[in-house]
Every structure is written in C-alpha cells, then in structure tokens.
C-alpha cells in the first residue's frame, strides 16, 4: 500500500492542486486531486489480469475547469436540485444560485466541485477538508467538511463523509463519478448490467424535480430489483421517463436495517468486471448521461452517447419541500457522519 503526490496543475491564484495516488497490494489505484476532491482515475483488475480505469475525468486541470458534468467531484453543500432555488428553515427562508433553469443544482454557482480542498495523505487513504463560510453560495453556517478516500486491498473504495455547521443548515454530500466497467471511453454503458435494491423511487416533474410521491419501480423502466442490461429499458416513454432523456432518478433504497448496505450491482459481462455499491444513504439517483460526443477525457477517450452511469448515494433530491423524505437538516454541533463503498471484483 502506498500514496505518491504529484502536482496536477495551479490554479489562478497560484495555489497548486495536487494528486495522490493510492496503490494497493494488487495494483489497483485510485487517484484523486485537491480541486473538487475529485476521483480522477480508479484503476481495477480485469478478468484478463490487467487494470482497467472505471472512471470518465479528464487530464489537465484546465478540463476539470471548464467541466460542467462534475466528473468524479465531490458535491455539495447540496447535491441534485432544490426547486426554484430557495428553502426555509427554521422559519426563515434562504435564497440560492439558480444554475439549473429555476433551480439550484449541485451546491450553485462554485460548489464545492469547483474548489480546491486541503489534503492529508495516510497509509492507504487521502483526507480532504474544506472550509464553507457561512452564506457560502447561500447557505446558513460555518461549515466545515472532510472526505477520505480510502483504497483497501480487497478493491473496495471507500468515501466517508463528515460535516459539521456552528448554525443549522442543510446538507446532501455525494460523489459524481461517472462509471464505465469496460473502461473510460470503451463505448457505451448500454450492455453493463446493474440491480438497484430499489423497490421505489422518487417520482420527478418536467425539470427534473421530485414532486414528492414515492411510487413503486415495479412495472416501470426503473425496476432494477433483477439485474437487466442499463440499455433495456433506457428508451421507455411515458411520465416517468420523458424529464430525463434516460434515467436520471432517485431510487428508495430498501435497506431495511439501517447502516452500511448493498444498494446496487453493476458488471460488465464482456470484461467480466464488477462493481458493488454499498452505502448508509437512503437515496442513490442513477444518471445515465445521455451524450458526450465532442467530449474528449483521459488520453484522448472519446466518449460519444451513453459512455457511463452515475450512481450518486445522496439523501432524495428537494428534500426540505417534502416533509415525507428523510432531514437533509444538519444542526449546530451535530456531526454528520456518512460512507459509501464502490467495491470492485472480477465474474468469470
Ligand atoms: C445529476 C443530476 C443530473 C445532472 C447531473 C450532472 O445526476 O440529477 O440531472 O445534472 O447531475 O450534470
């Protein structure tokens, strides 16, 4: 096990993003870089004995800067949408960054996707921390975030979240890694199976927003509940499929007893890689973008139309319009503390 840092590249006032690389006994590595906290590579085993890099990121600081997607970035302090850009709480209401037509995306204008995090580098993990001051992009509270990284031996990824505010304030941590098991820019998504342990999901409107009903995946293009090909079902029409060119909707994860859960299966039958997503969430919203043709990412991938899926843990999406999906309310001195694990294996 080891981490090796680089310099990845400077940003205009100078400060220097760095990359650490977490290698483990098999080989396989992560790499992750201070601006965003982002994942910018993972290189797991093939059924051939070689790696393969499951992740779409780019490879010049320059890219990630111009990136809109989010590739890889840890989001906050609210990931998905808050509709119309807005939200009370504790009687008072609090205005945002529209930068999703009327609704705030992704934390606003400068997330903290677009920030450059202090980082600490351990054995066989890398500890990012960032400081949002209080009325960051809107938000009540000094806020004060840590995300490790952690690789082991047996393939498994490892995000813990932690958080804690000197005010009540809201907060929805995720990572927006965007998967491909057969390997950034091999094609599309579209034959890699996935099972989500979803019986429901949030139903959204027209911009993509959960309107707040909870209906049941059986019968529709988003029951996952057996493993089937991403590609199946992804052209279905109707009312739960127009908003989202796709799927771009947040699954109710079972998980019946609380803690750290299965929450979804993904495998390449070609490559024969397989990744597990385990997490304490209640939500995971699955994003298959629709197409990136024109975007060029790592060594010159091309990544053309459906190159990935995003599985995004996350609490649902407009959560404080909707008493009936669980708090995203994070109170004075109360700390958040949150995990999900990407473990990767190979099926013969
Ligand atoms: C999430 C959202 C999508 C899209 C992507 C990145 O998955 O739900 O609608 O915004 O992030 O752009």
Known sequence: MSVTETVFG????GESVLCYTITNKSGASAAVITYGATLQSLLV???SGGLTDVVLGYDTLEDY??????LGATIGRV????EKARFTLNGKEYGLFANDGAQCLHGGKIGFDKQNWSAKAADDSVVFTLTSPDGDE???GNLTVTVIYTLADDNALSIRYFAVSDQDTIVNLTNHSYFNLAGQGAGTVLDQTLMI???RFTR???DIVPNGEIVPVAGTALDFRKAKPIGRDIGAVGEYMDAAQGYDHNFVLNNKKGGLALAARAADPQGGVVMETYTDQPGVQLFTAFDFTGMRGK???EYGSRPSFCLETQHFANAMEHPNFPSIVLHAGEVLDSETIYRFTTAK
Do not use: E, L, Q, V
Request: net charge positive; no cysteine.
């Open 45 to 47: 085993p093939n059924r």
């Open 65 to 70: 800067r111009k990136n809109k997607m989010y």
């Open 138 to 140: 809107g938000f009540p």
């Open 204 to 206: 959204i409107d027209s």
């Open 197 to 199: 342990d979803a019986d």
């Open 299 to 301: 060594n010159g991938a």
């Open 79 to 82: 990931g998905n949408r808050i």
């Open 10 to 13: 400077t940003m205009p006032d």
